[in-house]
C-alpha cells in the first residue's frame, strides 16, 4: 500500500468540471502528488499519485489520450 503524499488535513475537492453531478470523483493535491476518492463512497479508500503520475494523468485528460 502506497503512502498518501498528501497530508492527511488538506481539503478533498471536486473538479470545476462536475457541475454539481454525483459521478464525480474528489481530489487532495499536495506538493508531492495528489489522492483521488469517489465521492459518493469515500470512507473506501483512495488512490495516490506521485507528483510525476498525477502531472501525466492530468496531461493525458487535458489532451484527450484518457477521455
Aim: charged share 15%.
Amino acid at each position: 500500500m502506497n503512502k498518501s503524499p498528501v497530508s492527511p488535513g488538506t481539503d478533498w475537492h471536486k473538479s470545476n468540471y462536475s457541475n454539481g453531478g454525483t459521478n464525480c470523483v474528489e481530489a487532495r493535491e499536495g506538493s508531492q502528488g495528489a489522492d483521488l476518492r469517489d465521492s459518493q463512497n469515500p470512507l473506501l479508500g483512495h488512490l495516490s499519485f506521485a507528483s510525476p503520475e498525477w502531472a501525466g494523468l492530468l496531461q493525458g485528460i487535458k489532451t484527450g489520450l484518457l477521455a
